[in-house]
């Protein structure tokens, strides 16, 4: 048995609205979305006209460089609407379900049997390839690289996370069907991390295949690329790739039944939830439907594909994005405090001691989006070195990154990290840095100059 990945930097931030664990019937939405905004570095290319007629399977567009990665529809029905922004950009293609669930059936081949480029062609021809992501960078992963490793995180540690044994409660089968998929992809090992806290799932303790690690710690402990740097680091030309366990699942069903099915456990949180739970929807399901679920006070509210951390923000008639597992709606926090800083704030968190939340460290708030304040002179204050947990330089490589500094950024570890291994530097951030977009330059740059 591996050695216990004990980390002691980090922060849980602590929110009203867990989700309690149920599973209600979630109202049928109007309508699904794709959107080429959950993947970066993807230039989409139209496959289908308005009008189309598609099943759950049926490609809707492909990426541009890379024709052969396909991004499929998640239900049967009609290609309502190509939604673009500026210069035409794509930004959704709007699937009108009928209601029928009719699926695109794909060839299975043996998979005990089968090479890994028959294993690719599956997945590329029938969507799915997208549900691998890429380290380095965070993009979606190249098919014909071959990676050294391949990681799972069978816990999530984000606040108001769901909880990664319930959305795979009961899919054992599958999920060990998507393992051995996976495992025909790489020569190296297929990683799976547990919470060290509590014992795992069934479906995460019997899954065969995979090199069990067990890990201990306050977020991000639970994301993948803390997992990675402390079992397997990332050195220059290295590549890794990383899957969600739901993802792993959907994996499984498409080798076992041939059909392209995303539907998925996801939380309903936040403190403005009137009954914070879970539902089963599909990928890419509108959320119009859960309008009636949210609290009807006055105040504004922000509506969350993802955590509070790195979501999206995409209102109530928005649509889930294709890696979420939640929807978070918390206060938009649009309305001036009075006398603001000078106020005791004893509601308040804080990081530091500057308010008395220290005080009461088990309790939960509900926290809004203000800034509270503008952005400052970027000085090293230690607050990002607290809250990570990987043997980087976070402060320097922000810094590298804003001067577009590429050897600098390779040498203080920009391959190891994406957005959401440095959200949290973000959330203490004394200068209001904007720190994941800094970060996301830095990596498009890296992709552009280095490769």
């Not at 739901?246 to 059909?259: E, I, K, M, Y």
């Amino acid at each position: 048995m591996q050695p216990t990945i004990k980390l002691k930097k980090g922060l849980n931030i602590k929110l009203r609205g867990l989700p309690e664990r149920v599973l209600p019937k979630c109202p049928s939405p109007p309508s699904y979305a794709i959107k080429p905004t959950d993947f970066y570095g993807l230039t989409p290319k139209m496959l289908l006209a308005e009008g189309s007629a598609v099943k759950a399977g049926t490609a809707v567009f492909c990426d541009k460089h890379r024709p052969e990665i396909r991004f499929a529809s998640p239900v049967s029905g009609t290609l309502q609407e190509v939604r673009r922004g500026e210069r035409r950009k794509i930004l959704e293609a709007i699937i009108a379900p009928d209601g029928q669930s009719e699926s695109e059936q794909f060839a299975v081949p043996d998979l005990a049997a089968a090479s890994r480029d028959e294993v690719v062609e599956l997945m590329l021809s029938a969507g799915a390839w997208p549900f691998l992501v890429q380290r380095p960078y965070g993009v979606i992963a190249d098919p014909q690289a071959r990676p050294k490793a391949i990681f799972i995180s069978g816990f999530d540690t984000a606040p108001l996370a769901a909880d990664a044994d319930y959305l795979v409660n009961g899919e054992g089968a599958a999920f060990q069907k998507g393992v051995d998929a996976l495992k025909k992809l790489t020569a190296g090992s297929v990683h799976l991390s547990l919470c060290a806290d509590y014992p795992a799932n069934n479906t995460f303790e019997r899954a065969k295949g995979v090199e069990l690690h067990r890990v201990k710690g306050p977020h991000p402990a639970g994301n993948v690329g803390v997992q990675l740097h402390h079992i397997d680091p990332l050195n220059k030309g290295d590549i890794a790739w990383t899957i969600a366990p739901q993802h792993v699942v959907a994996l499984g069903r498409l080798f076992t039944g041939g059909t392209y099915d995303v539907s998925k456990v996801v939380a309903l949180v936040g403190s403005e939830v009137k009954k914070p739970r879970y539902y089963r929807m599909v990928a890419g399901a509108s959320l119009s439907g859960l309008a009636e679920l949210v609290n009807d006070r006055g105040e504004h509210k922000r509506v969350i594909s993802g955590n509070v951390l790195t979501g999206a923000s995409v209102g109530i008639n928005g649509h889930l994005g294709f890696y979420s597992n939640e929807v978070t709606v918390i206060p938009e926090g649009d309305r001036c405090e009075a006398l603001g800083w000078l106020m005791p704030r004893f509601g308040k968190l804080s990081t530091s001691r500057s308010y008395f939340s220290w005080l009461t460290p088990g309790r939960q708030y509900a926290l809004n989006t203000n800034l509270n304040g503008g952005q400052r002179a970027f000085v090293a204050t230690g607050q990002y070195e607290r809250v990570l947990p990987m043997d980087i330089l976070p402060t320097y490589l922000i810094k590298a990154a804003m001067a577009g500094d590429v050897e600098r950024m390779e040498k203080l570890g920009i391959y190891e990290v994406i957005e959401e291994d440095l959200a949290l530097c973000e959330f203490v951030c004394a200068s209001k840095i904007d720190v994941q977009q800094i970060l996301r330059k830095g990596i498009d740059l890296m992709m552009a100059e280095a490769g």
